[in-house]
């Protein structure tokens, strides 16, 4: 485990397991930090397909990721948190995808869904290898997310990042409307 400063951002903890027997790897990352005042919502508009695909992205394990040009929505928790590009999120959550589907192709898929996630796997290709340009957004609750700003210091102008209020929902699966954060000293339960 390891704490890393991103700069323009903040300090996350990486976190990398080895299996010694069968040589399974894996890796996390984590907010070093606590939740964000805000809820955070990224929208890039990609414009150049090597330059975007090579950004470094944060996603939190409590970030949803969307491509409206792909219809795709992964909810938050899918992935975990990772620190990687674009590129390698990408194809993360293809690879993600055809696992958990594996009935989506062939004989057993049916031609309607199986058409539709195929349409999906294809989409993230085009992106990934023919330069296909498309929004992609990054919304979390918690405020620990990041997509790196390549024109740093000054403002990225296909980068959109807006705070909002979370919902109660938000706050509940975030654990912070059971939090109590006053007064838990007298409490003797």
Known sequence: MKEVAIPFFKNILLMANVCD????????????????????????????????????????ETASIEIPALELVLTSGALGGRF???????GQMKDQLV???PFAFGDSSSEKGGGKFAGVIQGIDQIIEQGRLVDIILVDP??????????APDDDPNMRVEEFERSDEDDDELGIKHMKTEGYEEDSS
Do not use: P, W
Not at 27 to 34: D, L, R, T, Y
Not at 48 to 56: I, K, P, T, V
Not at 142 to 151: D, E, F
């Open 21 to 60: 027997h069968c040589g399974f790897r894996d890796s996390e990352v984590k907010s070093a930090g606590g939740i964000s005042e805000k809820g955070q919502k990224i929208t890039l508009t990609m414009t150049d397909s090597e330059m975007d695909l090579n950004r470094d992205i944060l996603k939190s």
């Open 142 to 151: 918690a405020g620990n997310s990041y997509i790196q700003n390549v024109y």
């Open 99 to 101: 696992s958990i589907n």
């Open 84 to 90: 990687t590009t674009i590129e390698g999120l990408l």
